[in-house]
């Protein structure tokens, strides 16, 4: 069992995480935290309208936590906000309700099905996508705040 959740692709990824470190000028950063196992991710991340525009992390967490925030990584970029919500949902559906996983660009996250067997692994996994998910809403409220101030300021 343990050589099918970690399987050789998910010890490739999480040895490989792309876009990390800071963002200058992120528009939004996020941080979440497992109590559980003391997994934490940091996402900053810019939006051009809807859509991610630049994006990094800062990842400390198990095997399994790190490869999910590896393909997060690798296609978060010119995904949307709509899209990115409904991946963390899709995630948590795999994991905890023997949901079916993503298909598309991140079918990848298929190879953290067998982990649902392995429930103190859920909230490492999931920590990347929650991160993501309240950093956007981060961001969608400032840009909703600098609309309103600079119609406030027009009057």
């Known amino acids: 069992m343990l050589n099918d959740i970690y399987s050789r692709r998910i010890l490739e990824l999480a040895a490989d995480i792309p876009l990390q470190g800071p963002l200058p000028d992120a528009h ?11 997994s934490t ?17 800062e990842v400390k967490a198990c095997a399994l936590g790190q490869a999910s925030s590896s393909v ?7 995904s949307t906000a709509d899209e990115l919500r409904a991946l ?9 309700d023997g949901g079916e996983p ?3 660009k991140w079918a990848e996250l298929a190879l953290l099905q067998p982990a649902r067997e392995l429930k103190s692994r859920h909230a490492s996994i999931l920590l990347t996508f929650d ?3 309240d950093a956007l809403a981060k961001a ?4 909703t705040e600098q609309a309103c101030n600079a119609a406030t300021l027009g009057r």
């Open 41 to 57: 991710v940091t996402v900053h991340l810019k939006l051009d309208g809807g859509v991610v525009s630049a994006f990094s992390h």
């Open 72 to 78: 997060m990584g690798r296609h978060v970029v010119g």
């Open 88 to 96: 963390r949902e899709d995630m948590r559906r795999m994991l905890k």
């Open 102 to 104: 993503p298909s598309g």
């Open 131 to 133: 991160a993501v998910v």
């Open 28 to 38: 939004a950063s996020a941080k979440a935290h497992s109590k559980l196992c003391g």
């Open 140 to 143: 969608e409220a400032a840009r």
